[in-house]
């Protein structure tokens, strides 16, 4: 589906969450979108298989289907779970549909959908999970601006980095680029911050480009701010 992409090594920034079960296998919704099936042994669960899948407005799903329920209770097909925070602020319904739409399939294609309710479970999960979790670090105002590339990254890793820095060289704002042209961004105002922003300060450029995979420079913030625009759809 356009717009829909394979995402790996991927988690949720808190807890997932059951939306729906659909009818189709996980091997036929992935070879009729070019995606690839992940397959493991899940603790106590037996064998899995599934996939992560970025959709067009940005929230990322799981695909999960175990052999076990499939083979001895009738399960159909894989329950796609969601980060129990995008449940929390809209709700089953209007997920389901967004869900439904990005990956072409109707509501005759579901086997069963998680009750209205677990917007309500949702949010009290959220809310039990912010209260344990630090809050974001104290950055001070931004100072500099840094660009390096990772020559060798592979498909699934960044190819660009573009931060900015307070005078600790601490990231206030970040952007990942990667070999396809998608971008991301990220800031302390981010709900999956904990994944994406760096867990300490940016090493000296002269450090980092002591190493031959990298290449570091302090850029203008006139460019930063043109690449952050872009990938929050700005004009």
């Known amino acids: ?78 329950t796609a ?55 974001p670090p104290c950055v001070g105002p931004a100072d500099s601006y840094f660009h390096a590339v990772w020559l060798d990254a592979s498909g699934d890793e960044p190819v660009e980095y573009y931060d900015e820095l307070d005078a600790d060289r601490y990231s206030i704002r970040c952007l990942r680029k990667y070999r396809d042209g998608r971008l991301e961004a990220c800031s302390y105002a981010s709900d999956n911050w904990r994944d994406m922003m760096p867990e300490g300060p940016i090493p000296p450029i002269a450090d980092i480009n002591r190493d031959p995979q990298f290449a570091a420079k302090e850029i203008a913030k006139s460019e930063f701010e043109t690449v952050w625009s872009e990938a929050n759809g700005s004009t």
């Open 1 to 78: 589906m356009t717009g829909v992409q394979q995402v790996r090594d991927y988690r949720f920034p808190g807890i997932d969450m059951p939306i729906a079960r659909f009818r189709w296998r996980v091997s036929e919704i992935a070879e009729r979108n070019g995606w690839a099936v992940e397959t493991w042994e899940e603790d106590g669960l037996g064998e899995a298989s599934g996939f992560f899948l970025k959709l067009p407005s940005g929230r990322t799903i799981f695909l999960l289907e175990l052999r076990h329920l499939v083979e001895h209770f009738r399960e159909r097909g894989p």
């Open 81 to 135: 779970y969601i980060d129990a925070s995008e449940l929390a602020k809209l709700g089953v319904e209007a997920l389901l549909e967004e869900i439904l739409t990005s990956l072409g399939l109707s509501q005759q294609d579901v086997d069963w959908v998680a009750p209205p309710e677990n917007q309500e479970i949702a949010l009290d999960a959220v809310k039990r999970t912010a209260s344990r979790l630090p809050p």
